[in-house]
C-alpha cells in the first residue's frame, strides 16, 4: 500500500478529556477511506487532525505526529496554510461565501495567486465547477448569489471552492448528512470520479455509504482505532468481535 497519510502514536486532548487514545494508522494514497463508528467515537477529530483544523478550537492538545507525503504536518517549522491548501475539508453543511457564484469558486484562486489572467480565472472557474458536476446548472447565473442555491448544490459549489485550490487530499466530514438523496447521490458518485486524482477520506455514520464509497476503512470506537484495512476485508471477515457487532448492527 503506498501511503498518502500516516499517523504515529496520535493523541488529541480536549481540555482534560482525551479524544483519540494512540491512533496508528496509514491512509492509502488514491483510494477512498472511510472512517466509521458510532457517535462520538472520535472519528471528526481523527479527519481533522489531517489538516490541522483541530487548533481551532481552544484547549486542545496534539501529541504524535501525521505525516502528509513523509512530512510531519505537526513539525515546529510547517506553513498551516500550505497544509490547509494540500487537505481541503468538505464541511456536513455547506458554507458559501456570500458572494456569487462565480467568486466563490474564484476566491481561492485569487487568495494564492494561482492565475494570472482573467481568462485564466474564467477557464478554471468552468473546469471546476464541471468537475464538482454543477456547471450545466449555474452556467447562466454565474453572477447571482451563491446563497440562492439549493443545499445539494450549495454542497457541489463548495466541492468546487475546495478543488480550485488543487489540493491533494479531500476530506468529507459526513458531506452528504444535510443532503436529500438525490443531491448525495451526486456527491457520492463525484467523489467515486475523483479519486484517481485525489486521496480521500471521508467520516459517515450510515454502513451503507461506507460500504458504497470505502476501498479503505477505519473503524473507531471510544476514541480508538479498533481495525483499519482494505474495504472487503472488514466487510466481509472482520478480525475483532467490536467491528463484527457494529456491521451487524447491535450499538
Partial sequence: MDAHIQVKNLNVYYGKQQALKDVNIEIPKNQITVIMGPSGCGKTTLLKSFNR???????????????????????SDIDVTEVRKRVGLLAQR??????SIYENVAYGLH???MKKSKKEYKDAVRHYLE????????????????????????QRLCLARGLAIEPEIILGDEPTSALDP????????????LKGDYT????????????????????????EVVESGPAHEVFTNPKEERTRAYLEGLF
Avoid at 185 to 190: D, G, N
Fill in 53 to 75: 483544523f483541530l487548533e481551532l478550537t481552544d484547549g486542545t492538545r496534539v501529541e504524535g505526529q501525521v505525516l502528509v507525503d513523509g512530512e510531519d504536518i505537526y513539525g
Fill in 111 to 113: 487568495i494564492h495567486q
Fill in 200 to 223: 480521500t477520506v471521508i467520516v459517515t455514520h450510515t454502513l451503507r455509504q461506507a460500504k458504497r464509497l470505502a476501498d479503505h476503512v477505519i473503524f473507531m470506537y471510544l476514541g
Fill in 131 to 154: 468537475a464538482a458536476g454543477l456547471w450545466e446548472e449555474v452556467k447562466g447565473r454565474l453572477n447571482t448569489p451563491a446563497t440562492g442555491l439549493s443545499i445539494g448544490q450549495q
Fill in 182 to 193: 438525490i443531491s448525495s447521490q451526486h456527491i457520492e458518485k463525484k467523489l467515486l470520479e
Fill in 94 to 99: 455547506p458554507y458559501p461565501l456570500p458572494m
